[in-house]
T-cell receptor, first 113, second 112 residues
Framework: EAGVAQSPRYKIIEKRQSVAFWCNPISGHATLYWYQQILGQGPKLLIQFQNNGVVDDSQLPKDRFSAERLKGVDSTLKIQPAKLEDSAVYLC???????????FGAGSRLTVL | EDQVTQSPEALRLQEGESSSLNCSYTVSGLRGLFWYRQDPGKGPEFLFTLYSAGEEKEKERLKATLTKKESFLHITAPKPEDSATYLCAVRSIGGGSEKLVFGKGTKLTVNP
């Protein structure tokens, strides 16, 4: 089966600019997650969707981050305006149901200068 | 608050030198402990899930065990291709949703 697709793989922007990341989960997976992984740290959950509804966004910096999952399939994560501390890898993951076995994409590496 | 602590942060082994990685956790009601492997430039890849104390899972040179407070990932006779960062995570329930809370990982290097 096809894996979790993410794009772009790499992005370099200046601070205060905006950026968007796209994720296409495994077909049939109802739950989609966005994690932020700062260098040397474990992944931190930003937002969790069940179909096209938000289940948990308690750790999403809502003043600058937004995410949507249209039609319960693919998802976009946007940062506007970006800060230096947003430099990280943004990982998308999906699971068939609940926080069971997650399948991760390769990630999108963001560098904010 | 649920917490996961992994040790050591980094581990260097010679090929064939067995060792163990530790994951200690604090969670209100364990509903699953997960081990993932992460290679540079890639997303984490699932290895094992453990649910109850005393449970063990094996895959090739890796064996994961679980107690009430911690989990160990034992690596027997490692090879250079086992070099990766190993992440531990616990399933946490809060605010009506389930999520995985990850530790910082242990970076394993196996020298030939």
């Amino acid at each position: 089966e096809a894996g979790v697709a993410q794009s772009p793989r790499y992005k370099i922007i200046e601070k205060r600019q905006s950026v968007a990341f796209w994720c296409n989960p495994i077909s049939g997976h109802a739950t989609l997650y966005w994690y932020q992984q700062i260098l040397g740290q474990g992944p931190k959950l930003l937002i969790q969707f069940q179909n096209n509804g938000v289940v948990d966004d308690s750790q999403l910096p809502k003043d600058r981050f937004s995410a949507e999952r249209l039609k319960g399939v693919d998802s976009t994560l946007k940062i506007q305006p970006a800060k230096l501390e947003d430099s990280a890898v943004y990982l998308c993951a999906s699971s068939f149901g609940g926080a069971n076995v997650l399948t991760f994409g390769a990630g999108s590496r963001l560098t904010v200068l | 608050e649920d917490q996961v602590t992994q040790s050591p942060e980094a581990l260097r082994l010679q090929e064939g030198e067995s060792s163990s990685l530790n994951c200690s956790y604090t969670v209100s009601g364990l509903r699953g402990l997960f081990w993932y492997r992460q290679d540079p430039g890639k997303g984490p890849e699932f290895l094992f899930t453990l649910y109850s104390a005393g449970e063990e899972k094996e895959k090739e040179r890796l064996k994961a065990t679980l107690t009430k407070k911690e989990s160990f990932l034992h690596i027997t006779a490692p090879k250079p291709e086992d070099s990766a960062t190993y992440l531990c995570a616990v399933r946490s329930i809060g605010g009506g949703s389930e999520k995985l809370v990850f530790g910082k990982g242990t970076k394993l290097t196996v020298n030939p």
